[in-house]
C-alpha cells in the first residue's frame, strides 16, 4: 500500500509538492481553506472583470517544464506561456525611463541612451553573473539545505567569496554601473524580498540575471489560471483537493505526525503531513505549542518579516494599449536610508514607489471587448506597524489613484468600473498570512541557507513545510525548487 500524505493549503507550494508525490505513487489530499485552489495566486471575478491576486511575473518556465515532466505530464497541456518583450518599464524620479529586456541587444541600446560606457559595463555584469549562476544556482537554489557545517567547508567558501557575498545588492550594481537610477531599477526586487537595496545581500543580483537569461513570462489566461493548471493536474494524477476545509491542528503524538485534526473535529490520518499555509502563521495556529520547536512566539517576534502591500484592482472601461504590461514606479523616496525607509515601518504618504500591471494587453480575455483591468501594488508596513487602515484605506485609495498618471494612467477615476482593495490586513486575516507580510520572512543573512526554516521540520518526524517562509525562500522559483527538495526528503524518509 502506498504512503498517504496530507498537505495543508492548495497555494502554488502545496500545488507543485502535491503534484512531485502523487507522480511518485503517493496517495495525496489536499486540505485547503478557501473555495478555490492557488493561495495568493488564486484571483477573483469582479462582475465582467476577472483579476490575479498575487504574482504577476513568472520567472524560469523551464521549472514548470521540469514539475510536469517529471510527474509524467507534458506543461502545454496544461497552461501556455508567453514572453514578455521587452519586459518591464522602469520610469525614474528624474522623469527618464527604461525598457528591460531579454533581448539583450535592444537593452543595450537602451542603456547607451543613459551612458555610452554603459552597454560594456552590462555585458561585464553579465559574463560574471554566467559564472555566478554556474555556481550558485543549484548548490543554494536549486537542492535541500544543508547543515551549517555543509556551507563552511573550504571549497564551499572559497567559491562563495568570489563573488563577494558581504556586499549588499546595490553595492554589486554600483560597482558595475555607478547611475542610480539603474541601480535601483535592477535592485528594486529586494523589496519582494523583504529587505531594500542597500542591506539586501548581493547574492539576490541573480534574480535579474535570470530575467536577461530566461526572459519574463505570462501565463495565458493568468496567474490564476495557472492555479487551476496545477489544481488539474494534481487531480489527473489522483490527489484528492478538499476545498472549504480548513485544519485545526497538526495531529502530532510522541515528537511523530499522525495526521491532521479539521475544523469539524474530524481526524484525518496520515503518514506524513506537509504545511504549505503560511509558516509563522501555521506555527502559531496549527502546531500544538510543545511541538513548535525553537518557533515559539518570543522567536517569531525577533524575526523580520517583510512588508505587506497596498493592492488596487481596477476595472475599466477603455485599454490602455500603448502602455507595457509591467510598469513600475521608482520614487526618490527610493534612496531614503533612514530606519523607516528601509525597513518599511512607516507608510509612504507623499511619494512611494509602486508597480501597475496592465494584464489585458496581453490577455484580452479578462474583460469586456473595449474594456480592461489594471493591478497595483504599493508597499506598505506589515500589520505589526499599525497603519490604521479603516481610517486611512479610503484617502489612500484616493491618492494612489492620483499618482497613477506618472506611469501614463491619466484621469483614471472616471473610467473605474469595479474596484477591489486590498490592505496589510486583508492579506493577514482573509490569506491566513502572519502579519500581512506576504514576501515572507525577510531575506537577509541571519534568516538564509541554515538559518531559514528548513523544509524537514527538526523536531516533529513526518512533517515537512512549503512555502516562502521556509528554505530556499519566497516567490514562485524558490517554492517550486523547494518542492522538488521536499519531495526528496519524503522519499528519503518514508
Ligand atoms: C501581491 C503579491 C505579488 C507577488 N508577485 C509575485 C511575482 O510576481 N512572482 C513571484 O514569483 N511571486 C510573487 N509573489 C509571491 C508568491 O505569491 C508567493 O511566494 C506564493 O504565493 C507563496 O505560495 P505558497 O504556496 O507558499 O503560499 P500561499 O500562496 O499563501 O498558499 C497557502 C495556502 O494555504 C491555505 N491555508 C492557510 N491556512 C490554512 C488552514 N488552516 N487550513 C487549510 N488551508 C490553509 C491558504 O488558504 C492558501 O491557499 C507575490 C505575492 C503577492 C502577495
Redesign the pocket.
Known amino acids: 500500500m502506498s504512503n498517504s500524505i496530507a498537505i495543508?493549503?492548495?497555494?502554488?507550494?502545496?500545488l507543485a509538492t502535491a503534484i512531485r508525490l502523487a507522480g511518485q505513487g503517493y496517495d495525496v489530499e489536499i486540505?485547503?481553506?478557501?473555495d478555490r485552489?492557488?493561495?495568493?495566486?488564486?484571483g477573483f471575478k469582479n462582475g465582467p472583470y476577472e483579476f490575479d491576486?498575487?504574482?504577476?511575473?513568472?520567472?524560469l518556465p523551464r521549472l514548470y517544464d521540469q514539475l510536469f515532466a517529471e510527474s509524467g505530464l507534458n506543461r502545454s497541456d496544461y497552461i501556455t506561456f508567453k514572453q514578455l518583450e521587452p519586459f518591464n518599464r522602469v520610469h525614474f524620479w528624474d522623469n527618464t525611463h527604461i525598457d528591460l529586456s531579454s533581448d539583450l541587444k535592444a537593452f543595450k541600446s537602451e542603456l547607451a541612451k543613459f551612458r555610452s560606457d554603459l552597454p560594456a559595463a552590462f555585458d561585464l555584469w553579465y559574463a560574471e553573473h554566467d559564472r555566478k549562476n554556474e555556481l550558485y544556482y543549484k548548490s543554494y537554489l536549486g537542492s535541500p539545505v544543508r547543515s551549517l557545517l555543509g556551507y563552511l567547508r573550504p571549497r564551499e567558501i572559497f567559491k562563495a567569496l568570489q563573488f563577494r557575498p558581504w556586499e549588499t545588492l546595490y553595492q554589486n550594481f554600483w560597482n558595475f554601473f555607478k547611475d542610480e537610477r539603474l541601480v535601483y531599477a535592477l535592485s528594486y526586487p529586494a523589496k519582494?524580498l523583504g529587505t531594500h537595496p542597500t542591506i539586501s545581500p548581493s547574492v539576490f543580483s541573480l534574480i535579474p540575471y535570470l530575467e536577461f537569461q530566461d526572459g519574463v513570462w505570462h501565463p495565458e489566461g493568468g496567474f490564476r489560471n495557472l492555479a487551476s493548471s496545477l489544481a488539474r493536474a494534481a487531480k489527473d494524477l489522483g490527489v484528492k483537493i478538499h476545498l472549504n476545509?480548513?485544519?485545526?491542528k497538526v495531529w502530532i503524538e510522541n515528537k511523530s505526525v499522525r495526521g491532521l485534526i479539521l475544523t469539524n473535529e474530524e481526524r484525518f490520518q496520515a503518514d506524513g503531513v506537509v504545511v504549505?499555509?503560511?509558516f509563522a502563521?501555521?506555527m502559531e495556529?496549527?502546531i500544538p505549542e510543545c511541538d513548535r520547536g525553537v518557533y515559539t512566539n518570543e522567536k517569531l517576534n525577533k524575526m523580520k518579516f517583510s512588508c505587506s502591500?497596498f493592492?488596487l484592482y481596477l476595472g475599466i472601461n477603455r485599454r490602455y494599449e500603448d502602455l507595457p504590461h509591467h510598469q513600475i514606479y521608482l520614487s526618490e523616496h527610493i534612496r531614503r536610508l533612514e530606519k523607516p525607509w528601509l525597513d518599511d515601518s512607516a507608510l509612504d504618504e507623499e511619494n512611494p514607489s509602486f508597480y501597475v500591471c496592465n494584464p489585458t494587453i496581453i490577455d484580452p480575455s479578462n474583460a469586456p471587448k473595449g474594456h480592461s483591468t489594471l493591478f497595483v501594488?504599493v508597499p506598505i508596513p506589515n500589520t505589526s506597524f499599525n497603519v490604521d487602515w479603516e481610517n486611512k484605506q479610503k484617502s489612500y485609495r484616493d491618492f494612489i489613484v492620483k499618482r497613477l498618471s506618472v506611469l501614463g494612467y491619466e484621469n483614471l477615476e472616471n473610467s473605474i468600473v469595479t474596484e477591489n482593495c486590498y490592505t496589510a490586513n486583508t492579506?493577514q486575516d482573509d490569506?491566513?498570512?502572519f502579519r500581512g507580510a506576504?514576501?515572507?520572512l525577510s531575506h537577509n543573512w541571519t534568516q538564509l541557507g541554515p538559518f531559514r526554516p528548513p523544509i524537514r521540520s527538526r523536531n516533529t518526524r513526518g512533517l515537512y513545510w512549503?512555502?516562502?517562509a521556509v528554505h530556499p525562500g519566497?516567490?514562485?522559483?524558490t517554492?517550486l525548487e523547494a518542492a522538488r527538495s521536499a519531495a526528496f526528503f519524503i522519499k528519503k524518509d518514508l
Open positions: 495543508i493549503g492548495a497555494g502554488p507550494g502545496g486540505f485547503e481553506a478557501s485552489a492557488g493561495g495568493r495566486m488564486r491576486t498575487g504574482p504577476t511575473i513568472l520567472q519582494y476545509c480548513p485544519v485545526e504549505n499555509a503560511d502563521y501555521a495556529n496549527l502591500t493592492m501594488l492579506w490569506y491566513r498570512v506576504v514576501f515572507n512549503i512555502g516562502g519566497s516567490g514562485l522559483i517554492i
